[in-house]
């Protein structure tokens, strides 16, 4: 019954092999239109985990992987 008492439900930190994925922002240089993911360092390659609309959603993103906006490999 924590729900009737203002606690919140918090989004649990997502967990990823940090030896092996890196976490990532693309954006379309057409669009401006902005994806965060992770980028599998062994094969390149980008795995999209959403579409960011605005700064809140960068910011939940990067406190759900537990890293900074500078620490997010930008690619473009």
Do not use: W
Request: glycine share 6%.
């Amino acid at each position: 019954m924590d729900f009737m008492f203002g606690k919140k439900n918090h989004t649990p930190t997502a967990t990823y092999d940090r030896e092996k994925f890196q976490p990532a922002l693309k954006t379309s240089i057409c669009t401006g239109e902005r994806v965060a993911g992770l980028i599998n360092l062994e094969t390149r390659k980008f795995r999209d985990i959403c579409l960011i609309r605005s700064d809140r959603e960068l910011a939940a993103f990067c406190r759900q992987y537990g890293v900074t906006e500078d620490e997010l490999k930008k690619i473009v």
